[in-house]
Every structure is written in structure tokens, then in C-alpha cells.
Nanobody, 127 residues
């Protein structure tokens, strides 16, 4: 399984970005794809998750209303639309995959619950 994250960059506060995670070697019925981020000196933080089998989604409470996850199974790509960006959103953003589906939500907030990680894409929010 390979995950390729892209779409990061420099954006002004209040702006938007759409991150993409292209997945290869993934059976669409067997995985969920999630997005985490990690800022310098901070722990890796779960943002959102989509179940590739049924489209079910999960969000961290702090991301609801600003971030939206979606998938395009034909392109084997998962997107994270980020709006109203703030300087505190500055971090490296990672996509990740897990085969553990339909467990309690609390597990999906743990980085060690995931089997595969992409290389990360830098998002910088600054004026």
C-alpha cells in the first residue's frame, strides 16, 4: 500500500486548501483513509477519516465545520477540503490507512491504529 499526499502550501489566514491522498495497492472495500497533522513540538493529531467501503466519515470535534473529507473511488483518491484556515493550522499533514473497520470511534484517533502512512505535505498559514 502506498499513499501520496499533496496539495499543501502557503496560504493566508482565512484561505482554503484542498489536500489529496492518492492510494495505490488498496482494495477499496478493506480500508479507511484518515488525515492527521503534526505541528512542531506537538503530538500527531487526527483530523478526519473516511471509510472507503461505505463512505462513512469521522471528524475531530475541533475540525467540524471547517474541514470536509471526501473520496473519489474511481481515482482512488481521498480529499481534505480545509476552509477558514488559521495560523494554528500550520503543520505537516499526513494521510494514513487502516484495515480496522467498524471499531469504536475512539480508536481512530490513535496514530498506532493505522497501518500505512504517506510522506506528509506541509501546510503553512501565514500573512
Amino acid at each position: 500500500v502506498q499513499l501520496q499526499a499533496s496539495g499543501g502550501g502557503l496560504v493566508q489566514p482565512g484561505g482554503s486548501l484542498r489536500l489529496s491522498c492518492a492510494a495505490s495497492g488498496v482494495s477499496l472495500d478493506d480500508y479507511a483513509i484518515g488525515w492527521f497533522r503534526q505541528a512542531p513540538g506537538k503530538e500527531r493529531e487526527m483530523l478526519s477519516l473516511v471509510n472507503l467501503r461505505d463512505g462513512g466519515t469521522l471528524y475531530a470535534d475541533s475540525m467540524k465545520g471547517r474541514f470536509t473529507i471526501s473520496r473519489d473511488n474511481a481515482k482512488r483518491t481521498v480529499y481534505l477540503q480545509m476552509n477558514s484556515l488559521k495560523p494554528e493550522d500550520t503543520a505537516v499533514y499526513y494521510c494514513t490507512a487502516t484495515r480496522r473497520l467498524y471499531y469504536s470511534d475512539r480508536y481512530y484517533f490513535r496514530p498506532d491504529w493505522y497501518d500505512y502512512w504517506g510522506q506528509g505535505t506541509q501546510v503553512t498559514v501565514s500573512s
